[in-house]
């Protein structure tokens, strides 16, 4: 079992940024594919970005935009959104998988609270 606790969301303007963290208690983490999903009312919810060893997914929606990073030494994930859009609003989870296919199209068993996110225009 994973946990995972996310941190970091809050309302801004269109065009503002916000930093998402995402702590996982695991010693494993820094083998674990990571990924941030959101989900936005009455929409199914969607994959964001997801990284593993030495590759990242990303939505293109959020490309270069939004950027993905981790401190293994800390069991963390980010993510940086900069230029944010009220199109962005919704709630953001972030994710963990064991495994070396870290497509966020694949299933991702171990999810956090979620932070929610409000762009206003």
């Known amino acids: 079992e994973v946990h995972l606790v996310e941190s970091g969301g809050g309302s801004v303007q269109a065009g503002g940024s916000l930093r998402l963290s995402c702590v996982a208690d695991?010693?494993?983490?820094?083998?674990?594919?990571m990924a941030w999903f959101r989900q936005a009312p009455g929409k199914e919810r969607e994959g964001v970005i997801s990284?593993?060893?030495?590759?990242?997914y990303i939505r293109g929606s959020v490309k270069g935009r939004f950027s993905i990073s981790r401190d293994n030494a800390k069991n963390t994930l980010y993510l940086q959104m900069n230029n944010l859009e009220p199109d962005d609003t919704a709630m953001y989870y972030c994710?963990?998988?064991?495994?070396?296919?870290?497509?966020?199209?694949?299933?991702?068993?171990?999810w956090g609270q979620g932070t929610q996110v409000t762009v206003s225009s």
């Open positions: 695991t010693y494993t983490y820094s083998s674990y594919c």
């Open positions: 994710a963990a998988r064991d495994s070396s296919l870290c497509d966020y199209s694949n299933e991702y068993p171990y």
């Open positions: 990284t593993g060893a030495d590759h990242t």
